[in-house]
């Protein structure tokens, strides 16, 4: 972006050969853009090795205990033995089994299936490693609580929080057709996020990474020790580890639907604006918002 196309005081591009297109504005600043990237990786991280802890225990129980006595399991991966003698993968949900060989519970190439939680392509190490999986974790899981403070401390300062998360009562008002409008996939660019944006984003940064975030640090005996009242909170240390999962699964099914819309909204535009802050809004667009 040079110096003449740009009106740095309003953000908003001079006219130039490409106005029919609609002018560029400065949607996202330096920080909104790096702390994203920088979760990006994390999770990326965080994901699989979260996922080799996982495989060291593949069960999720809901309440106090855990333990051949009691029924409270939500959520399993195991192998059995097949009449045939070979080995399958069993998925259990709330009771219903699924049979998930080749994926969870039995993997791996198929003249040596290895009997393990997620495969080795989801998993980081990709062998099972739970030692080195932790300090994946924890290392990940911290840099994530740092960029998220450096996010909402930023967003509150410079006002991306009130702008572009908080909701106004009018916009709440839009908010049937603006998902008319994605369900039709008719997508319009704004200097500001659609309704459906500012509550996902909002649900994603304020409940989800908070209540990962949390409940990860309710499972660790330092934690336990200093703020016994945080695992309490999420009904001990099995329903916390449970909790953790699901949001997990939550923000996998965010980044799938979130990927698909980056490119449904057009790839070029919403990319160039998380990298360089410049985005493309509509040329019919009176108010640049
Ligand atoms: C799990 C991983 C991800 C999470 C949790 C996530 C979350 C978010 C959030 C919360 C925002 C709004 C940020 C703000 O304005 O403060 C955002 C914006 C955006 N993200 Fe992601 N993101 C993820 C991965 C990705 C990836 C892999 C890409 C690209 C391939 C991507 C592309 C974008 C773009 C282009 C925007 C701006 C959308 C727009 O301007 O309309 N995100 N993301």
Not at 132 to 140: A, D, L, P, Q, Y
Not at 213 to 219: A, D, E, K, P
Not at 224 to 238: C, H, K, T, V, Y
Request: charged letters at 15%; proline letters at 5%; one cysteine or more.
């Amino acid at each position: 972006m040079s110096q003449s196309e740009a009106d740095t005081d309003t953000g908003v591009a001079a006219p130039s050969s490409r106005r029919e297109k609609g002018p560029l504005v400065y949607r996202q600043a330096v920080l909104t853009r790096l702390t994203h990237w920088v979760w990006v990786v994390c999770l990326f991280f965080l994901l699989l090795s979260g996922l080799q802890i996982f495989n060291a225990h593949p069960r999720l129980y809901i309440g106090q205990q855990s333990g051949f006595e009691f029924n409270n399991t939500a959520f399993s991966i195991h192998a059995e033995r097949r009449e045939d003698g070979s080995a399958a993968g069993i998925t259990t949900v709330f009771g219903q089994r699924i049979d998930t060989t080749g994926v969870l519970g039995v993997s791996g190439p198929e003249d040596r299936p290895q009997v393990r939680g997620f495969p080795a392509w989801a998993t980081i190490p990709s062998y099972q490693d739970l030692a080195t999986g932790r300090v994946v974790h924890f290392f990940f899981g911290w840099v994530l609580v740092g960029t998220l403070l450096v996010w909402f401390v930023s967003s509150l300062l410079n006002g991306h929080f009130s702008r572009d998360i908080v909701p106004t009562g009018r916009e709440l008002r839009s908010l049937p057709r603006d998902v008319a409008d994605h369900a039709r996939l008719r997508f319009h660019h704004g200097r500001r996020y659609s309704i459906l944006q500012k509550l996902t984003y909002g649900i994603v940064l304020l409940v989800l990474f908070p209540l990962i975030i949390l409940t990860g640090l309710s499972m660790s005996p330092g934690i336990n020790s200093a703020w016994p009242w945080l695992i309490e909170i999420f009904g001990g240390r099995q329903t916390a580890r449970t909790i953790h999962f699901g949001a997990m699964v939550l923000l996998v099914g965010f980044f799938v639907i979130h990927i698909l819309m980056v490119v449904l909204a057009g790839p070029i535009n919403t990319m160039r604006s998380m990298i360089t802050g410049w985005y493309r809004i509509d040329a019919k667009r009176k108010d640049p918002r």
